[in-house]
């Protein structure tokens, strides 16, 4: 088993900033692929960037490339997710996820079996 509790979500202006973390617990990481994922009012959840815990290998959405960036500490047992240029569709619960497999599937939900709570993310226009 693995427990994720994400924190840093909340209320921003657009072109602001925020940095989400995620921190685990139970199984070492070591082979595992850590993600975030975000879910937005009346739509599907969707990824947004995901991480190897090893080897540190990233791979985000289109939609957040060049503004958002994933990262791990390994000591802390931690990934972050930091969003720069925030803008309103940015707007959504966040998700923190840890699965595995080969990486054509790390974009997608069914890969990942841990999941956190959640933390809500709002950008103001």
């Known amino acids: 088993q693995v427990q994720l509790v994400e924190s840093g979500g909340g209320l921003v202006q657009a072109g602001g900033s925020l940095r989400l973390s995620c921190a685990a617990s139970g199984r070492t990481l070591s082979s595992y692929v850590m993600g975030w994922f975000r879910q937005a009012p009346g739509k599907e959840r969707e990824f947004v960037a995901t991480?190897?815990?090893?080897?540190?290998?990233?791979y985000y959405a289109d939609s957040v490339k060049g503004r958002f960036t994933i990262s791990r500490d390994k000591a802390k047992n931690t990934v972050y997710l930091q969003m720069n240029s925030l803008k309103p569709e940015d707007t959504a619960v966040y998700y923190c996820a840890a699965g595995g497999g080969p990486p054509v599937g790390w974009g997608r939900i069914s890969t990942y079996a841990y999941w956190g709570q959640g933390t809500q993310v709002t950008v103001s226009s």
């Open positions: 991480i190897s815990w090893s080897g540190g290998i990233t």
